[in-house]
């Protein structure tokens, strides 16, 4: 499979999300036999107001909305930041057999940075394949958050 191909879909969902003012994260999950994305996901938990509206979670949810079931076997999830604990736990719910993501997450990344999720004794260990466009993931990430941080500073002296 071609993973910069999907993790460029993904990296057009995380600048989506930042334009919305949400932390640039996306995701897409492709059938692996036909290379099909069968879900994508965007950051949302600000415009929704919900903790759980991780790109991962949605991603999967739309899958299984479209597949007829919980299960994503034969399945990869692109993602561009490393997942976290909760979409971890998802992908390791659903059966996912292949996680790829792009820029690494030294405070919260579950897959190998704070810890390494799949290799725990769960009844399920999917495959992982790390930096696949890091730069491009990571640069969209810094972008982001150099942004609002001037516009933060910018706000501070406006109001004084």
């Excluded at 919260?108 to 890091?134: C, H, I, W």
Aim: hydrophobic share 40%; charged share 25%; net charge negative.
């Amino acid at each position: 499979m071609n993973h910069e191909y999907f993790m460029e879909r993904a990296l057009e969902l995380a600048r989506l999300a930042a334009s919305e003012g949400e932390v640039p994260v996306g995701a897409v999950v492709v059938k692996n036999d036909t290379g099909e994305i069968v879900g994508e996901g965007r950051n949302l938990r600000e415009s929704a107001k919900n903790a759980l509206a991780h790109a991962e979670l949605i991603a999967i949810d739309a899958s299984c909305k479209r597949l007829g079931g919980w299960r994503l076997p034969n399945c990869s999830i692109y993602v561009t930041l490393e997942p976290c604990p909760m979409c971890c736990g998802a992908i390791i719910n659903a059966r996912i057999d292949n996680v790829i993501f792009g820029a690494s997450d030294f405070k919260s990344g579950s897959a190998e940075s704070v810890q390494r999720m799949f290799d725990l004794p769960y009844n399920y260990k999917p495959t992982l394949t790390s930096g696949v466009m890091q730069e491009q993931c990571a640069a969209v990430l810094s972008d982001f958050f150099a942004e609002l941080r001037l516009r933060k500073k910018l706000k501070i002296i406006e109001d004084k």
